[in-house]
């Protein structure tokens, strides 16, 4: 049988892809104190950076495996790529098929048959509903703000600014947490229609509410009371926390004419399209994270403000962009709108406010936590690295 001819289905993907195989290629790592049986915990980030936890079940039988959250949120392995899309090289004519095409790679397979799975994907694709009703909300109170929000260097005066764009929130289904956490309502153009949250809490707790919007609503502060022609400017930010440190830090160069987002995390492209939409006059400004991640980020956004289809690959010295028939490496240490723009035309919607380069991001630049520097391994560790690697072989 040629090779374009091979053919195999989701459902073959998923007995040879696991959560856990996904979950480790994106640096989380198992959590040995939580014990390993038939349950594992999967943990991204250490300490106070913790960023999320996974419990897996099913850890001997791929096909089998499924994923929960203390919150409430869970699923199987297409749910999870699909929550990670962005952080996989993967293009397709729709989310399915890139996630279709990250499953194959992780299996070492060949590319689905699409049309003759459409049924299975249409089947996939149901999203889960953000259920108002499940959380209880609370307005912020003036004078008892939680103290997460001092933890994060954020004052008292910032906190009342945004008040109208944070909740307190609570889940009614989970049996183990009874509290209220803070809640980043995302909303679409219907603004008045929370479409989900983004949730902070003691100890590190970062989720999202189970069926929360993330492919067309956002976490949208419009400092210009809802008068969205006359927002100039929309400075996109990596969380919520990031879009409040900056504002502190830079209030007095601001105005009312301007709107916070957050995308939480990685995004997608209706997110962006439909920000720019609500704020029609508004020129988009990258304020996102000072990492490899964060470049990749924005040269996304850079795409989709200008129009400009892009391809970006991740390489030894950085990233390769092809767009307009040529191919070019942009540096992720400078300006990526300078380096584009002595390629290929670039249009002025786009600027960039972005943390100095000694934090990693804007809430770590309010809290005075620099960056450790980078020590960069002499071409004998590189070499002792790489064979190492190639004696090992891949672990699945």
Not at 323 to 345: M, N
Request: hydrophobic letters at 35%.
């Amino acid at each position: 049988m040629a090779p374009g001819d091979y053919r195999i289905d989701f459902k073959a993907l998923k007995a040879r892809v696991g959560i856990d195989d996904v979950a480790y290629s994106l640096g989380y790592r198992l959590d040995r104190k939580a014990g390993v049986g038939r349950y594992i915990e999967l943990v991204l980030g250490e300490g106070k950076d913790k960023r999320d936890t996974i419990i897996v079940s099913n850890r001997r039988d791929k096909a089998s495996q499924t994923f929960f959250r203390r919150d409430g949120s869970k699923g199987d392995v297409v749910s999870f790529i699909r929550e990670n899309l962005n952080s996989f090289n993967a293009s397709g004519q729709n989310e399915w098929q890139r996630i279709a095409k990250v499953m194959a790679q992780f299996a070492n397979m060949p590319e689905p048959d699409y049309g003759r799975e459409r049924d299975y994907v249409k089947a996939a694709s149901a999203p889960q509903v953000f259920d108002p009703k499940r959380y209880s909300v609370r307005p912020i109170d003036p004078d008892r703000i939680p103290r997460l929000f001092s933890q994060r260097g954020l004052s008292a005066d910032t906190v009342k600014a945004l008040s109208p764009f944070i909740s307190l929130v609570s889940d009614r289904r989970n049996e183990n947490f009874n509290g209220f956490n803070i809640g980043f309502p995302y909303t679409a153009a219907d603004r008045d229609k929370v479409r989900g949250y983004e949730i902070r809490g003691m100890g590190g707790y970062k989720s999202k509410a189970a069926g929360t919007d993330s492919s067309t609503a956002a976490w949208v502060a419009d400092l210009s009371h809802g008068r969205n022609g006359l927002v100039r400017h929309v400075f996109f930010c990596e969380s919520a926390f990031d879009a409040m440190a900056f504002f502190q830090m830079n209030r007095t160069r601001l105005g009312e004419d301007i709107a916070l987002v957050s995308l939480g995390g990685t995004f997608s492209d209706r997110q962006v399209q439909g920000v720019m939409e609500r704020f029609p006059n508004a020129r988009a400004y990258d304020c996102f994270d000072n990492d490899l991640a964060g470049r990749v980020n924005g040269l996304r956004l850079m795409a989709l403000v200008e129009d400009i289809p892009l391809k970006i690959t991740k390489t030894d010295a950085g990233l390769m962009v092809e767009a307009k028939g040529k191919s070019f490496d942009v540096s992720p240490e400078r300006s990526i709108y300078t380096q584009v723009g002595t390629h290929i035309p670039v249009r002025y919607r786009m600027g960039q406010w972005q943390p100095p380069k000694d934090f990693k991001d804007w809430n770590d630049c309010l809290l005075g936590r620099r960056t450790e520097p980078k020590i960069m391994p002499t071409k004998h560790e590189r070499d002792d690295n790489l064979a190492e690697r190639r004696n090992s072989g891949i672990k699945m």
